[in-house]
């Protein structure tokens, strides 16, 4: 009994350590050792493993695609949120009201969420090809395009950076990543009392009022909350770009997350590779630190 | 019926239907296009519906890939991943959140933040050397190992956040002025009453591991291991781009259908273990 008591006092640390661990071994630990590996010269087959400095970096930073890249980065993760924010937010308005066969369209919806995206960029490489797509058929029957269009090849940029299989790519990502702000939306809506509302009707308040100053208002600190994830998880999207358009074509389509990966497991050059994501992390730690900032303060002083 | 009423119902039926198809367009091709007979599979321009129908595409593909194996594969390392990720998760955020004015589970927020922060990247390169050392590539292990603690930040963070407005803390008072343990507590009190948003958390983490490919692309050579995410891969890149497509389309339907099913099933979990849990934000 007096041993149990004893033990009791550590309860809440025995259950907190093994998750602590488990992220210090996945995720601290890596990422500290990574940045360290960026200062050298580590490649596949060279046995030898100098120290050279922010070598990676001068060497990453003066090619003139990484620019690029960058850019195609924030414009893929910017308009990938924005328009998939606008999607989820419009639909999640309209699966709360009630209306019959919400439960069929919620379950349509999240499909896109638990389709692999191998399948999902292999599905949308056929939507979207030259000779086999529908949608060229269906502008081509409604005499929109005289001759088919190969959305993802190609290769006019306007702007220094828009270009029509980007546009593409951002698309299909939005496809993929609505469904997961969509839930978290509608989650957000329902703990909105409904007596703010038949308040609102009494007091004759319009429907536009009524969703800025009702629904924005109660939504907005899950709406930030799952802004800024998804920002950050599409700022590091990997597979649409890489499983639709490899990058190309000319690294039009080209995103940072992909650069690291063809460095470091197609190229070998793991200190290179280690230096991107350092880039990398660079770039996000702006609006995470505002982030982490205001979870805190939510989380300690309300 | 006023047209007051019938113009909003249009507008929900409108915005319904438009999304419908953009969400289904794609799962319609891959279905369309798995049971065209090959010559109407190679029309330019496609028909959008095939004459007959056609099943030979499934024997073909059953025949020729280990798609049972596949789909064991990720079945394994994703219900692996959802019971170690929700327990470790449901452990610390229980933690945290009856706990919350000690620094150490304090600093376990933040930690948890940053981790989410990190480019997925960055750790990446590391990590791979690390398992590689640990004789770790080629194995279940380091999918599930990988796979869990990757899920761990947001699901401690969903489910703390469901403890902290789900549970009223007197309750657990009465329980300890009558000798309970804090884990008599945990596991009786707020373990059962937590559900929902365990479901919730359970469903994310399962997804996660269900559809991660980057990771698996490079620890796994061995063709017996591979899960349904890139298992697949070798075989789509085998015939490439469009030689083959009608197989490529039946792969999808086979492994994506399970999940879409499961899925809807399980979706109404899904809403309400987050609802409890979104009060706070």
């Known amino acids: 009994m007096k041993l149990s008591r004893q033990l009791d006092k550590y309860t809440p640390l025995i259950m907190l350590l093994p998750a602590l661990l488990g992220i210090a071994f996945v995720h601290i630990y890596p990422s500290l050792d990574s940045i360290r590996m960026s200062f050298f010269d580590i490649q596949l087959l060279k046995p030898d493993r100098p120290f050279i400095g922010l070598g990676n970096y001068v060497k990453a930073l003066s090619d003139p695609a990484t620019i690029k890249i960058i850019i195609n980065t924030l414009f893929f993760t910017v308009f990938s949120l924005i328009f998939g924010a606008i999607l989820a937010i419009i639909v999640a308005i309209e699966l709360n009201k009630g209306y019959r066969g919400k439960t069929f369209f919620r379950a349509i919806f999240l499909a896109p969420w638990v389709t692999p995206p191998l399948v999902t960029a292999t599905v949308w490489r056929l939507l979207l090809s030259e000779s086999f797509s529908p949608i060229n058929r269906f502008l081509m029957d409604i005499n929109l395009i005289d001759k088919p269009i190969n959305f993802l090849g190609q290769t006019e940029v306007y702007f220094g950076f828009i270009s029509l299989p980007m546009i593409m790519v951002i698309i299909i990502n939005i496809w993929s990543i609505f469904p997961f702000m969509m839930v978290m939306f509608l989650a957000g809506l329902q703990t909105i009392p409904s007596e703010l509302y038949e308040a609102a009707n009494v007091d004759g308040a319009s429907k536009w009022q009524q969703f800025t100053k009702i629904t924005l208002p109660s939504l907005l600190p899950v709406v930030e909350t799952s802004i800024l994830l998804e920002g950050i998880w599409q700022f590091n999207n990997f597979n649409i770009s890489y499983l639709v358009t490899k990058g190309g074509p000319l690294n039009l389509t080209e995103v940072l997350a992909v650069r690291v990966y063809s460095e470091a497991f197609t190229n070998f050059k793991y200190g290179y590779a280690a230096a991107f994501s350092v880039i990398m992390l660079v770039i996000v730690l702006i609006p995470s630190l505002y982030y982490i900032k205001r979870s805190i303060r939510a989380d300690y002083s309300a | ?281």
């Not at chain 2, 409108?14 to 198809?21: D, G, I, K, L, N």
Request: proline letters at 5%.
């Open chain 2, 1 to 281: 019926m006023s047209s007051k009423k019938i113009k909003p119902a249009l507008k929900h039926y409108a915005v319904m239907a438009v999304t419908s198809v953009f969400v289904l367009l794609p799962f319609y091709w891959m279905v369309i296009t798995s049971i065209k007979p090959s010559n109407e599979v190679m029309l330019s321009p496609p028909t959008y519906f095939p004459k007959v129908l056609n099943i030979q595409n499934y024997i073909d593909v059953w025949s020729t890939l280990p798609l049972l194996k596949y789909m064991s594969n990720s079945l394994f390392v994703s219900v692996m991943t959802t019971i170690i990720c929700v327990a470790l998760a449901t452990l610390c955020g229980y933690s945290i959140s009856r706990f919350s004015n000690r620094r150490l589970q304090k600093s376990s927020v933040v930690l948890m933040l940053l981790s989410q922060l990190i480019p997925g990247v960055l750790p990446f390169i590391s990590f791979y050397f690390i398992m590689f050392n640990l004789n770790l590539t080629n194995t279940y292990a380091g999918l599930i190992i990988a796979y869990s603690m990757w899920g761990i930040p947001f699901c401690t963070l969903m489910i703390k956040s469901y403890f902290t407005s789900a549970i009223p803390v007197s309750l657990e008072e009465s329980a300890t002025i009558d000798g309970c343990t804090r884990f008599g507590i945990f596991f009786r009190i707020a373990l059962p009453i937590s559900l929902p948003g365990i479901v919730a958390t359970a469903i994310f983490s399962f997804i996660l591991a269900w559809n991660e490919f980057m990771w698996a692309s490079v620890i796994l050579s061995n063709n017996d291991l591979k899960p349904a995410s890139i298992g697949i891969y070798d075989y789509i890149g085998q015939f490439g781009g469009n030689s083959n497509m009608a197989l490529t389309m039946t792969t999808s339907v086979l492994i994506t259908l399970p999940a879409i099913i499961l899925f809807a099933f399980l979706q109404k979990y899904l809403i309400s273990g987050l609802t409890a849990g979104a009060v706070k934000g």
